[in-house]
């Protein structure tokens, strides 16, 4: 798919902005998170990742030494859940792009619907690709080499998912638009009816058009309230398809478990610590 829109899980973000990460697009868009002794650093312990409601699948690799680790597969969540990681000091997040799963030997997923609300948690055995890539990773003291190893193991034990071209040209429309897309008009674009659209969306995805553009929707809010959440409701949700505040706060709500307000005080103490530590380190730069 030939898109721009990369989604983005602002809980993980919340917990990690201060580690190493970054998007690259090898073979698809994925958001990479290195997250090395977190327990030992900023924040005390954490007990619990929150996953929000998306479209995308996440790896999460855990590990403590070469005999402790964790390789945990979320396939695309239709609400919030919360993954128990404490029991590990260090974490290597992956959030792939919604059209990307691999499959290999124990993930045997031919596409995303196949992993729609599942949690896999892999337990490698010694000869197995998973186990050497865990027990490689953990050897490897780099974010740079962390990244490496991964696409290395990637590009040589697994299969990317690929939507046919009819399905990733209606994806694309969806993407594209910047008003709400109606069924009827993919089917007169596409000439499939409304409903084998919704057919295929269920078979591929594992949840209808509708689901999805409810998902850009509120990720298009969330990048709106990450850029300035000084604002107030009524603005975040301008020209975006929300029929009303209450709607908005609903939604909201269900997919991040606290309301816009709570979840823009997040954001708001973040930027003060940040820009506290900036000031802090701009003195110590002066003296």
């Known amino acids: 798919m030939n898109n721009s829109f990369i989604f983005i899980q602002p809980q993980l973000h ?168 109606l069924l009827q008009n993919i089917s007169a674009k596409t000439r499939y009816s409304v409903r084998h659209i919704n057919r295929m969306f269920h078979n591929y995805l594992g949840y209808g058009p509708k689901t999805l553009c409810k998902y850009i929707r509120f990720q298009k809010v969330l990048r709106e309230m990450i850029n300035n959440p000084h604002r107030q409701n009524s603005e975040f949700i301008l020209n975006i398809d929300y029929s009303d505040q209450a709607h908005f706060q609903r939604e909201f709500k269900s997919f991040m478990g606290e309301t816009p307000k709570a979840f823009c005080n997040q954001l708001i103490n973040i930027q003060a610590n940040t820009l506290k530590k900036h000031n802090c380190l701009h003195q110590l730069h002066n003296l």
């Open 14 to 181: 919340l917990h990690f902005y201060k580690y190493p990460y970054k998007t690259i697009n090898t073979p698809s868009n994925m958001t990479i998170y290195d997250v090395s002794d977190y327990n030992q650093k900023y924040y005390g312990t954490l007990n619990h990742l929150q996953i929000m409601p998306s479209a995308n699948c996440i790896w999460i690799l855990s590990y403590n030494g070469t005999q402790d680790f964790r390789f945990l597969c979320i396939g695309s969540q239709s609400r919030p859940i919360s993954i128990d990681i404490s029991s590990y000091n260090n974490h290597f997040v992956v959030i792939f792009d919604i059209n990307t799963i691999y499959s290999n030997t124990k993930i045997n997923c031919l596409r995303p619907s196949l992993l729609r609300d599942q949690q896999i948690d892999l337990i490698p055995h010694a000869q197995s690709s998973e186990y050497k890539l865990l027990t490689t990773f953990i050897n490897a003291a780099s974010f740079n080499k962390h990244i490496e190893i991964l696409l290395n193991y990637i590009n040589q034990y697994t299969t990317c998912c690929s939507f046919p071209v009819s399905f990733q040209m209606m994806m694309d429309m969806i993407f594209t638009e910047n008003e709400p897309i």
